[in-house]
T-cell receptor
Framework: GAVVSQHPSRVICKSGTSVKIECRSLDFQATTMFWYRQFPKQSLMLMATSNEGSKATYEQGVEKDKFLINHASLTLSTLTVTSAHPEDSSFYIC???????????FGQGTRLTVV | KQEVTQIPAALSVPEGENLVLNCSFTDSAIYNLQWFRQDPGKGLTSLLLIQSSQREQTSGRLNASLDKSSGRSTLYIAASQPGDSATYLCAGQDGSSNTGKLIFGQGTTLQVKP
């Protein structure tokens, strides 16, 4: 079946550096992908909608210059956390939907720790 | 604005019990509703998807219902097993088309004791 692959699964970085997270749709094309953030013991909050070939749409309160999203192909979206700070430490997870299918498929998530 | 709420936040039951997890949403104009399972530190696994025109879906020991008029969905787990221990999330997709954008509830953390 359709799979969304997210990489890396875990990353530890120093404060002030940037981290890139990849989200790939396997065996299907995704014109739209979504990026969510989950703090410990909390639910998922949508950060932005990634649109292939155009700018991402960010949810209210999400800094677009801090969380750079690029969706250059129909199977790949990337989220770059720029100038990361400890408060950016979180679980980031992407999702995509298959055209004509109702359900949403999630990646495995990325645990980001900023030290 | 669609809001999704799950009750209870946590639940502990002995193995073998049947149980019901509740999910409510504020806007009946919901495209579909999906139940997910999340194990600690892991991503989401889709359990059941109920389309707007449907009232329930079943998969094995799981049954999910959707009542748009009352703004409720339930996930029924029959004959619970320790392996069912996880956090269960419901998520609604807004609007009249498949945008893929989901609004999540806070989740119910289930513990099934052997």
């Amino acid at each position: 079946g359709a799979v969304v692959s997210q990489h890396p699964s875990r990353v530890i970085c120093k404060s002030g550096t940037s981290v890139k997270i990849e989200c790939r749709s396997l065996d299907f094309q995704a014109t739209t992908m979504f990026w969510y953030r989950q703090f410990p013991k909390q639910s998922l909050m949508l950060m932005a909608t990634s649109n292939e070939g155009s700018k991402a749409t960010y949810e209210q309160g999400v800094e677009k210059d801090k969380f750079l999203i690029n969706h250059a192909s129909l199977t790949l979206s990337t989220l770059t956390v720029t100038s990361a700070h400890p408060e950016d430490s979180s679980f980031y997870i992407c999702s995509a939907s298959q055209t004509g299918q109702g359900g949403t498929i999630f990646g495995q998530g990325t645990r980001l720790t900023v030290v | 604005k669609q809001e999704v709420t799950q009750i209870p936040a946590a639940l502990s039951v002995p193995e073998g019990e049947n149980l019901v997890l509740n999910c409510s949403f504020t806007d009946s104009a919901i495209y579909n509703l999906q139940w997910f399972r999340q194990d600690p530190g892991k991503g989401l696994t889709s359990l059941l998807l109920i389309q707007s025109s449907q009232r329930e879906q079943t998969s094995g020991r799981l049954n999910a219902s959707l009542d748009k008029s009352s703004g409720r969905s339930t996930l029924y787990i029959a004959a619970s097993q320790p392996g069912d221990s996880a956090t269960y999330l419901c998520a609604g997709q807004d609007g009249s088309s498949n945008t893929g954008k989901l609004i999540f509830g806070q989740g119910t953390t289930l513990q099934v004791k052997p």
